[in-house]
């Protein structure tokens, strides 16, 4: 493992996220996929995640 892997992470409501593989998922999030590295994650969740993005609805 390179110090730059990451795994995917998802919750129950569908939400991802990137964690480290050597740390504890936190509760209500399991871990999807293989260590990778970050911006494999990241393109991961972009082809993945179909549901709103945090912020999405923000207005300034």
């Given at each position: ?23 504890a998922?936190p ?7 293989r ?13 993945e ?12």
């Amino acid at each position: 493992m390179q110090e730059t892997d990451h795994v995917v992470v998802v919750d129950g409501q569908g939400r991802h996220s990137i964690w480290w593989p050597d740390r504890a998922v936190p509760a209500g999030w399991s871990v999807i996929g293989r260590p990778a590295s970050r911006d494999e994650c990241l393109r991961r969740i972009e082809a993945e995640w179909t549901g709103p993005r945090p912020g999405a609805g923000a207005t300034a």
